[in-house]
Protein backbone atom coordinates (compact mmCIF):
# COMPACT_ATOMS: atom_id res chain seq x y z
CA UNK A 1 0.00 0.00 0.00
CA UNK A 2 1.21 3.14 -1.15
CA UNK A 3 0.01 5.91 1.16
CA UNK A 4 -0.21 9.32 1.06
CA UNK A 5 -1.44 12.71 3.01
CA UNK A 6 -1.23 16.14 1.70
CA UNK A 7 -3.08 19.82 2.83
CA UNK A 8 -3.87 20.74 -0.54
CA UNK A 9 -5.31 23.93 1.02
CA UNK A 10 -8.75 23.77 -1.16
CA UNK A 11 -9.42 21.12 -3.28
CA UNK A 12 -11.43 22.48 -5.84
CA UNK A 13 -8.65 25.04 -6.74
CA UNK A 14 -6.50 22.18 -7.35
CA UNK A 15 -7.72 19.27 -8.01
CA UNK A 16 -6.70 18.59 -10.92
CA UNK A 17 -2.84 18.41 -10.01
CA UNK A 18 -4.18 16.11 -7.14
CA UNK A 19 -5.54 13.72 -8.88
CA UNK A 20 -2.51 13.98 -11.34
CA UNK A 21 -0.23 13.22 -8.41
CA UNK A 22 -1.86 10.84 -6.96
CA UNK A 23 -2.15 8.50 -10.46
CA UNK A 24 1.23 9.37 -11.89
CA UNK A 25 2.97 8.43 -8.29
CA UNK A 26 0.31 4.88 -7.83
CA UNK A 27 -1.26 6.40 -4.60
CA UNK A 28 -3.31 3.64 -2.77
CA UNK A 29 -4.61 5.78 0.16
CA UNK A 30 -4.45 9.90 -0.07
CA UNK A 31 -5.57 11.53 2.95
CA UNK A 32 -6.21 15.40 2.40
CA UNK A 33 -5.85 18.21 4.91
CA UNK A 34 -8.41 21.55 4.47
CA UNK A 35 -10.32 20.73 1.48
CA UNK A 36 -12.15 23.96 2.39
CA UNK A 37 -15.40 23.04 1.06
CA UNK A 38 -18.57 21.60 2.11
CA UNK A 39 -18.67 17.50 1.56
CA UNK A 40 -21.64 18.08 -1.01
CA UNK A 41 -19.12 20.22 -2.95
CA UNK A 42 -16.12 17.43 -3.23
CA UNK A 43 -15.18 16.81 -7.03
CA UNK A 44 -15.63 13.33 -6.75
CA UNK A 45 -16.01 12.84 -9.96
CA UNK A 46 -12.51 13.34 -10.83
CA UNK A 47 -11.69 10.95 -8.46
CA UNK A 48 -14.22 8.76 -9.36
CA UNK A 49 -12.97 8.98 -12.85
CA UNK A 50 -9.02 8.03 -12.11
CA UNK A 51 -10.50 4.60 -9.89
CA UNK A 52 -10.59 6.35 -6.04
CA UNK A 53 -13.05 5.96 -3.81
CA UNK A 54 -13.41 8.85 -1.76
CA UNK A 55 -14.93 10.22 1.77
CA UNK A 56 -15.41 13.67 2.89
CA UNK A 57 -16.47 15.76 5.65
CA UNK A 58 -16.62 19.47 5.45
CA UNK A 59 -18.77 22.37 6.67
CA UNK A 60 -17.95 25.56 5.19
CA UNK A 61 -14.66 27.17 2.91
CA UNK A 62 -12.82 26.47 6.16
CA UNK A 63 -10.79 23.30 7.23
CA UNK A 64 -12.72 19.93 6.04
CA UNK A 65 -10.76 16.70 5.35
CA UNK A 66 -10.79 13.88 3.11
CA UNK A 67 -9.55 10.36 1.82
CA UNK A 68 -9.80 9.07 -1.62
CA UNK A 69 -8.76 5.22 -1.87
CA UNK A 70 -8.61 2.56 -4.49
CA UNK A 71 -9.91 0.15 -2.45
CA UNK A 72 -13.44 0.91 -0.41
CA UNK A 73 -13.54 2.58 2.79
CA UNK A 74 -15.52 1.06 5.58
CA UNK A 75 -15.99 2.23 9.29
CA UNK A 76 -16.05 5.91 8.57
CA UNK A 77 -15.98 8.50 11.30
CA UNK A 78 -16.06 11.96 11.37
CA UNK A 79 -14.72 12.55 14.55
CA UNK A 80 -12.85 10.45 17.69
CA UNK A 81 -14.20 10.01 21.40
CA UNK A 82 -13.68 13.19 23.48
CA UNK A 83 -12.80 15.27 20.56
CA UNK A 84 -13.93 19.01 21.60
CA UNK A 85 -15.31 21.70 19.17
CA UNK A 86 -14.97 25.45 19.10
CA UNK A 87 -17.12 28.30 18.44
CA UNK A 88 -17.01 32.31 19.71
CA UNK A 89 -14.25 31.76 21.77
CA UNK A 90 -15.04 28.67 23.23
CA UNK A 91 -14.25 25.23 22.86
CA UNK A 92 -14.79 21.96 24.49
CA UNK A 93 -17.19 18.65 24.53
CA UNK A 94 -20.59 21.31 24.36
CA UNK A 95 -19.49 23.30 21.13
CA UNK A 96 -20.02 22.24 17.81
CA UNK A 97 -17.38 19.65 16.30
CA UNK A 98 -15.06 21.50 13.41
CA UNK A 99 -14.48 18.88 10.65
CA UNK A 100 -10.86 18.08 11.24
CA UNK A 101 -11.08 14.33 11.69
CA UNK A 102 -11.81 11.67 9.46
CA UNK A 103 -11.14 7.71 10.43
CA UNK A 104 -11.40 5.51 7.96
CA UNK A 105 -10.05 1.29 7.28
CA UNK A 106 -8.64 0.03 4.33
CA UNK A 107 -7.18 -2.75 3.71
CA UNK A 108 -6.68 -3.67 7.25
CA UNK A 109 -5.35 0.20 8.21
CA UNK A 110 -6.96 2.36 10.34
CA UNK A 111 -6.52 6.10 8.75
CA UNK A 112 -7.21 9.06 10.43
CA UNK A 113 -6.43 12.21 8.02
CA UNK A 114 -6.48 14.76 10.83
CA UNK A 115 -5.88 18.72 10.22
CA UNK A 116 -5.03 19.79 14.08
CA UNK A 117 -5.88 22.99 15.05
CA UNK A 118 -3.54 25.86 14.28
CA UNK A 119 -3.50 27.90 18.11
CA UNK A 120 -3.13 31.10 16.44
CA UNK A 121 -1.34 32.97 18.83
CA UNK A 122 -0.13 31.76 22.44
CA UNK A 123 -2.34 32.82 25.02
CA UNK A 124 -5.25 32.56 22.35
CA UNK A 125 -8.58 30.88 23.28
CA UNK A 126 -7.54 28.38 19.80
CA UNK A 127 -4.35 27.37 21.82
CA UNK A 128 -5.97 25.85 24.06
CA UNK A 129 -8.59 24.47 21.97
CA UNK A 130 -5.59 23.28 19.91
CA UNK A 131 -4.13 21.44 23.33
CA UNK A 132 -7.10 19.98 24.16
CA UNK A 133 -7.86 18.33 21.00
CA UNK A 134 -4.58 16.93 21.04
CA UNK A 135 -4.85 15.45 24.43
CA UNK A 136 -8.06 13.87 23.54
CA UNK A 137 -6.43 12.23 20.27
CA UNK A 138 -3.68 11.32 22.48
CA UNK A 139 -6.42 9.22 24.77
CA UNK A 140 -8.15 7.74 21.66
CA UNK A 141 -5.11 6.10 20.37
CA UNK A 142 -4.26 5.12 23.91
CA UNK A 143 -7.50 3.38 24.08
CA UNK A 144 -7.25 1.94 20.30
CA UNK A 145 -3.72 0.31 21.19
CA UNK A 146 -4.65 -0.77 24.38
CA UNK A 147 -7.64 -2.77 22.82
CA UNK A 148 -5.93 -3.82 20.22
CA UNK A 149 -2.11 -3.41 20.35
CA UNK A 150 -1.32 -5.04 17.03
CA UNK A 151 -3.71 -2.54 14.62
CA UNK A 152 -2.40 -0.73 12.19
CA UNK A 153 -2.75 2.61 13.10
CA UNK A 154 -1.82 5.57 10.90
CA UNK A 155 -2.78 9.59 12.06
CA UNK A 156 -1.77 11.41 9.05
CA UNK A 157 -1.98 15.17 8.15
CA UNK A 158 -1.33 18.60 9.13
CA UNK A 159 -0.25 18.52 12.87
CA UNK A 160 0.63 22.12 12.64
CA UNK A 161 3.48 21.68 15.21
CA UNK A 162 7.16 20.81 14.32
CA UNK A 163 8.07 18.80 17.43
CA UNK A 164 11.72 19.40 17.03
CA UNK A 165 13.84 22.90 16.32
CA UNK A 166 15.67 20.71 13.55
CA UNK A 167 11.79 20.79 11.79
CA UNK A 168 11.56 24.53 11.30
CA UNK A 169 13.42 26.85 9.30
CA UNK A 170 11.28 29.85 9.49
CA UNK A 171 13.13 32.47 10.91
CA UNK A 172 9.68 34.05 12.09
CA UNK A 173 8.64 31.28 14.27
CA UNK A 174 10.65 31.52 17.19
CA UNK A 175 10.34 29.28 19.84
CA UNK A 176 8.52 30.76 23.04
CA UNK A 177 6.85 33.66 20.92
CA UNK A 178 4.89 31.53 18.16
CA UNK A 179 2.67 28.15 18.20
CA UNK A 180 3.72 25.30 16.31
CA UNK A 181 7.42 25.44 18.59
CA UNK A 182 5.48 25.99 21.97
CA UNK A 183 6.90 23.84 24.82
CA UNK A 184 3.35 22.24 25.19
CA UNK A 185 2.20 21.38 21.50
CA UNK A 186 5.69 19.62 21.66
CA UNK A 187 4.98 18.14 24.65
CA UNK A 188 1.25 17.29 23.46
CA UNK A 189 3.25 15.82 20.18
CA UNK A 190 5.51 13.74 22.20
CA UNK A 191 2.35 12.43 23.93
CA UNK A 192 1.01 10.92 20.80
CA UNK A 193 4.48 8.97 20.80
CA UNK A 194 4.34 7.79 23.71
CA UNK A 195 0.66 6.65 23.46
CA UNK A 196 2.41 3.73 21.06
CA UNK A 197 3.15 5.97 17.54
CA UNK A 198 6.09 6.91 15.81
CA UNK A 199 7.26 8.66 12.87
CA UNK A 200 7.08 6.72 9.73
CA UNK A 201 9.01 9.21 7.45
CA UNK A 202 11.69 10.35 9.53
CA UNK A 203 14.14 7.17 9.33
CA UNK A 204 13.81 7.59 5.66
CA UNK A 205 13.81 11.05 4.83
CA UNK A 206 15.94 12.63 7.18
CA UNK A 207 16.02 16.09 6.69
CA UNK A 208 13.17 18.70 4.59
CA UNK A 209 10.05 20.36 5.30
CA UNK A 210 6.50 19.85 4.28
CA UNK A 211 5.40 23.68 4.55
CA UNK A 212 6.58 26.72 3.29
CA UNK A 213 4.24 30.30 3.75
CA UNK A 214 3.47 31.68 0.55
CA UNK A 215 5.05 34.94 1.98
CA UNK A 216 8.68 36.51 2.19
CA UNK A 217 10.05 34.05 -0.54
CA UNK A 218 10.18 31.37 1.99
CA UNK A 219 10.34 28.86 -0.60
CA UNK A 220 12.83 29.43 -2.53
CA UNK A 221 14.89 30.36 0.57
CA UNK A 222 13.81 26.81 1.83
CA UNK A 223 12.76 28.82 5.13
CA UNK A 224 9.56 25.56 5.75
CA UNK A 225 8.26 24.04 8.23
CA UNK A 226 7.65 20.30 8.84
CA UNK A 227 4.31 19.84 10.11
CA UNK A 228 2.78 17.27 8.04
CA UNK A 229 3.17 14.16 9.40
CA UNK A 230 2.56 10.15 9.14
CA UNK A 231 2.78 8.32 12.57
CA UNK A 232 1.94 5.02 12.98
CA UNK A 233 1.22 2.26 15.48
CA UNK A 234 4.51 -0.45 15.84
CA UNK A 235 2.42 -2.83 13.30
CA UNK A 236 2.22 -0.01 10.82
CA UNK A 237 5.73 1.23 10.83
CA UNK A 238 7.14 -2.27 11.02
CA UNK A 239 5.88 -2.90 7.63
CA UNK A 240 7.10 0.88 5.89
CA UNK A 241 9.53 0.12 3.59
CA UNK A 242 10.07 3.52 1.92
CA UNK A 243 9.15 7.07 2.23
CA UNK A 244 9.15 10.51 0.69
CA UNK A 245 8.45 13.86 1.03
CA UNK A 246 7.39 15.46 -2.43
CA UNK A 247 9.25 18.96 -2.13
CA UNK A 248 8.36 19.58 -6.00
CA UNK A 249 4.95 19.67 -5.77
CA UNK A 250 5.38 23.25 -4.00
CA UNK A 251 6.60 24.52 -7.65
CA UNK A 252 4.38 25.26 -10.14
CA UNK A 253 1.08 27.51 -10.82
CA UNK A 254 -1.00 27.42 -8.32
CA UNK A 255 0.48 25.46 -5.55
CA UNK A 256 -0.38 24.31 -1.82
CA UNK A 257 1.55 25.49 0.26
CA UNK A 258 2.09 22.05 1.67
CA UNK A 259 3.28 19.29 -0.08
CA UNK A 260 2.21 15.34 0.05
CA UNK A 261 4.45 13.26 2.57
CA UNK A 262 4.07 9.61 1.24
CA UNK A 263 5.19 6.01 2.76
CA UNK A 264 5.11 2.17 1.05
CA UNK A 265 3.72 -0.07 3.49
CA UNK A 266 4.77 -4.11 2.67
CA UNK A 267 2.64 -5.80 5.24
CA UNK A 268 4.71 -9.19 3.82
CA UNK A 269 7.27 -11.09 5.54
CA UNK A 270 9.98 -13.33 4.71
CA UNK A 271 8.32 -16.33 5.28
CA UNK A 272 5.50 -15.26 3.54
CA UNK A 273 5.29 -17.17 -0.20
CA UNK A 274 6.66 -14.85 -2.56
CA UNK A 275 3.26 -15.47 -5.16
CA UNK A 276 0.93 -13.97 -2.33
CA UNK A 277 -0.25 -10.73 -3.05
CA UNK A 278 0.29 -7.71 -1.16
CA UNK A 279 -2.38 -5.76 0.90
CA UNK A 280 -4.02 -4.13 -2.47
Known sequence: MRLATWNVNSIRARVDRIVDFAVRESIDVLAMQEIKCKADQFPFDAFHDAGYHVEAHGFS???GVAIASREPLSDVQTSFPGMPGFASGRFGVDQPLEARALGATVGGV???SLYVPNGRELGDPHYDYK????EALRGHVQASLGADPDLALALVGDFNIA????DNGDPAVVVGFATHVSAPEREAFAALEQAGLSDAVRPFVPSGYTYWDYKRLRFPKN???R????LGSHALTEAVAGAAIHRDERKGEAPSDHVPVVVDLDFTSPEDDDDRPMIF
Open 61 to 63: QWN
Open 110 to 112: RVW
Open 131 to 134: LEWL
Open 163 to 166: PTDA
Open 223 to 225: EGM
Open 227 to 230: IDFI
